[in-house]
């Protein structure tokens, strides 16, 4: 039940899981899996080792161990995206995780479950973003940076490398520019 759009390319090792919906002219290099239920966009390109709809890293604690909370929801991703090698994005528990249309990834990019990633949003290499995160529009992430759970990142933020957002804050966007752990205005960081 995958479909195909016309003009797409799949290259050599790739994986359509079961109801996976590829949009035309997509490039899938070698090595990508897309597992069941996941939606690309149009113009899309995912470089090797990109993996969508894994399930995300969700368990309950109880007196005998860890047990696992069933990842059900889905990948949705825009159109004119470009995802470099070995990014991965979790599926969500319910609803769906979301890469919004025009976002570009470097490699090694992991976005956690249910999270909702905007429109031309950039993300720099080895950054991860914790479940249930939302970063809007047209932001920057730097590398090697770590976004706690269900944290908001507003419209036109600039996150400097290896800064760290704590678990539920709000950062205001507009052009401000954040660094350093916690993430903090530029110029209390400095």
Known sequence: DAT???????????????AARIGPDC?????????EDTEVGARTILHSGVVLGADGFGFN?????????PQIGRVVVGSDVELGANVTV??????????GDGSKFDNMVHIGHNCSIGRHVIIVAQTGVAGGSIIEDWCVIGGQVGIGDNVRIKSGA????????????????????YW???????????
Request: hydrophobic fraction near 40%; charge should be positive.
């Open 4 to 18: 195909v759009g016309d003009r797409a390319v799949i290259g050599a090792h790739c994986f359509l899981g079961r």
């Open 27 to 35: 490039t899938l290099h070698s090595g990508v899996r897309i597992y």
């Open 61 to 69: 604690r109880t007196a005998s161990g860890y047990e696992k909370f």
């Open 90 to 99: 979790d599926r969500a528990a319910l609803g769906a995780t979301t890469i």
């Open 158 to 177: 600039i996150l400097g490398s290896k800064s760290g957002v704590l678990t539920g804050k709000i950062l205001p966007g507009n052009g401000q520019v």
């Open 180 to 190: 350093g752990v916690p993430a903090r205005p530029l110029k209390d960081y400095l």
